[in-house]
């Protein structure tokens, strides 16, 4: 890193760092939002556990409680469980997470030097930047992803399979991701070559990673399935759902609009080369229609405001389900972002595996949340080639007007962001 990187990054790491305080500032006193209820009284019945009371699982708790775990063990070494406190704990962790972020662009030999752009846009992705300061798993989620993934990259995959592992235990979802790694270990060591030999080594490289799966495949069987709390159940049902697939493109449109302009010639060649691709997007299109339909409750309500447009999800996902044109309108960037997709480059061949393990993330859950498909997002932001400035730059000033947009609406009361 020569001296005039190191200064451009000396100076976002100083800029993310009184962004981070000043917002922890405004949020640290507020009451709690949404979710954050219900997990704040989680880690408090985990240090009632501490102290020699019954072990007690919130009935409405959808994830194993490792976060929890963490956030109590802190609470009880510092002997503090406010609110305030916490949160300030998660703005810690989401800070490392920063740090992480950046040895991983460091550590990709993709990039001639480090992108600086990308460490900005992943501190400022609107859709975890109101959750960096919030009682919520999934910025600590992500922090033990990327950490995970930054030891697979140095090869330190004992380590990084244990972290892997760990990360599960905060959110269950995170078991694609440990099969992702494995999957991208193997590829990276011997592309599409199989004997017993490669295979014994695979398995020795990897033994943490699949002693997790071990694990995890244990506590389904004791549990009686995925959902820890036994009240969330019903809203978790086993089957396949593509709404947060549908989602994730609809959003991508928006939060890479720069990208996708700056693609649309490309994607006019593409379809051009390939023609067949046109049958394909009628296909895409019917099982659309067919599978965009049913919402969950959890997007049918405002929940406990009792007002669909404080969850902003709800609003968009409502009114475009709510008549067949709405749900046409609603596929034209959908349809759109899968091919501008196809035709972004990502610095290597095996970051293409992000493709189908996002999909298989997010096809067992009803509900659909922004929130769940922050890993493929954030991978996204890593794993694909930097673009001229313009696009990298504008594409970085979209994301600090929406985070600040999101936290501020957030703060007032008059939306919620996830």
């Not at 300030?88 to 920063?98: A, D, G």
């Not at 460091?106 to 501190?123: C, D, G, R, T």
């Not at 060649?269 to 299109?285: D, E």
Request: with cysteine; proline share 4%; hydrophobic share 55%.
């Amino acid at each position: 890193m020569d001296n005039r990187e190191y200064k451009a990054v000396t100076i976002v790491f100083l800029l993310v760092l009184l962004t981070f305080a000043l917002a922890f500032t405004l949020v640290k006193n507020v009451k709690p939002i949404v979710d954050e209820g219900i997990h704040y009284l989680q880690i408090k019945f985990i240090l009632d556990f501490f102290n020699g009371e019954q072990f007690i699982i919130h009935p409405t708790l959808t994830m194993i409680p490792g976060y929890h775990f963490v956030m109590a063990s802190l609470s009880y070494i510092f002997d503090n469980l406010s609110v305030a406190f916490i949160r300030s704990l998660s703005t810690v962790f989401s800070y490392i997470s920063i740090i992480i972020f950046f040895l991983l662009l460091k550590s990709e030999k993709s990039y001639p030097q480090i992108p600086v752009i990308k460490l900005i846009q992943y501190a400022f992705f609107p859709l975890i930047f109101p959750f960096f300061f919030l009682i919520y798993t999934d910025s600590f989620s992500v922090l033990l992803i990327l950490f995970s993934w930054l030891l697979v990259l140095n090869k330190r995959y004992y380590i990084g399979g244990i972290i892997a592992t760990a990360s599960v235990l905060v959110r269950q979802s995170n078991l694609i991701w440990l099969i992702f790694m494995i999957t991208y270990i193997y590829y990276e060591n011997n592309q599409f070559k199989f004997n017993l030999a490669i295979l014994a080594n695979w398995i020795k490289d990897c033994w943490t990673f699949f002693l997790g799966i071990v694990f995890f495949s244990l506590f389904v069987l004791v549990n009686g399935g995925m959902i820890i709390g036994k009240g969330a159940t019903q809203y978790y049902p086993k089957s396949l759902y593509f709404g947060n697939i549908y989602f994730f493109l609809f959003l991508f449109f928006f939060l890479f609009l720069p990208l996708n302009i700056d693609n649309r010639h490309k994607i006019q060649n593409f379809i051009k080369v390939n023609p067949w691709i046109m049958i394909g997007i009628v296909a895409f299109f019917i099982f659309y229609l067919l599978t965009f339909n049913q919402l969950s409750p959890h997007n049918l309500k405002g929940e406990d405001r009792l007002i669909i447009n404080y969850f902003l999800r709800n609003e968009i996902l409502i009114t475009f389900t709510s008549s067949t044109l709405f749900k046409i309108l609603f596929f034209i960037p959908v349809v759109y972002s899968l091919l501008s997709i196809a035709i972004t480059q990502l610095c290597k061949k095996s970051y293409y595996l992000l493709y189908p393990f996002a999909i298989l993330s997010v096809v067992p859950i009803w509900p659909i949340f922004p929130r769940y498909s922050l890993i493929p997002f954030i991978l996204f932001i890593l794993f694909k080639e930097t673009n001229s400035k313009l696009i990298e730059y504008s594409t970085t000033a979209i994301y600090v007007v929406l985070s600040m947009g999101l936290f501020y609406g957030m703060l007032q009361g008059w939306f919620y962001p996830g």
